[in-house]
């Protein structure tokens, strides 16, 4: 891989963890459509999922007091369940297929997103739990995309923004982490072939984006930072789904 490309990569790294860390979600939205289209889907995907378990384990002791554990079981539970299942199909899909899933489920998840903001509806019981925490795992590993589920659910049942950003965190951690088992087994040649220095940057570029992300908080308010994110997010998934297409 050329420096470029790794340069490139270590960019979009540290945005994510910006996004990440001032809006509880939004790594993966932003950065999954652009590592699809520069290393190809499963190593993109494959390389999202590992920066979402790194990033989220970082934010996490920050926001430890703010964590529903309750509702990081509840979750959990079944998105382990979705992240095997959607391991196995990724495994099964050639690449073109696999881009255009993940411009279409990013597309799919900011348009729900824009709805549900408006929506009058509310949710409340386990089912409407499970379900997030199985689509989630069942995205994030397929996709690299998991937050979409949850965050449709956390409107929903009007699940207050601290306490839903902070037990993401976790909840991310494990879901990712069983992903990435997942994908060692059933498509270990995805891994993307960085060099170790390139890693260790990715790490290091994440922990930068973390830090940059709390003094963005300050400044910047939720609305606008989710604005950013939409828009962003918006064109990565448009172009993913254009280039899969064009594959085809």
């Not at 999202?48 to 554990?69: E, H, L, Q, T, Y």
């Not at 397929?142 to 950003?165: D, E, H, K, T």
């Not at 990715?202 to 709390?214: D, N, P």
Request: charged residues 10%; contains cysteine.
């Amino acid at each position: 891989m050329d420096l470029s490309l790794i340069l490139l990569v270590l960019g979009m790294v540290v945005i994510g963890a910006i996004a990440q860390r001032v809006a509880g979600l939004g790594f993966a939205m932003l950065v999954a459509p652009f590592l699809v289209i520069a290393l190809g889907a499963h190593q993109g995907v494959f390389l999202v999922n590992i920066c979402g378990v790194v990033s989220s384990a970082i934010i996490m002791p920050r926001v430890w007091k703010d964590i529903d554990w309750s509702m990081f079981r509840w979750l959990c539970s079944f998105s382990v369940f979705g992240s095997v299942a959607g391991a196995l199909l990724a495994g099964g899909l050639p690449s073109a297929p696999l881009s255009i899933v993940v411009g279409a489920v990013v597309l799919a998840a900011l348009l729900l997103s824009l709805i549900l903001v408006r929506a009058n509806v509310t949710v409340s019981g386990q089912i409407p739990k499970v379900s997030a925490g199985f689509l989630s795992g069942l995205t994030n590993s397929l996709a690299g995309v998991g937050g979409p589920a949850v965050s449709a659910y956390a409107v929903l049942a009007r699940w207050p923004q601290r306490p839903f950003a902070a037990t993401l965190q976790p909840f991310f951690v494990v879901t990712g982490a069983v992903t990435i088992g997942m994908k060692f087994i059933t498509t270990p040649d995805a891994l993307p072939a960085l060099p170790v220095w390139a890693w260790i940057g990715v790490a290091v570029f994440i922990g930068a984006g973390v830090l940059i992300g709390e003094q963005v908080q300050r400044v910047v308010s939720d609305r606008h930072a989710r604005f950013f994110v939409l828009c962003f997010a918006f064109f990565g998934a448009i172009t993913a789904l254009v280039s899969g297409l064009r594959a085809l």
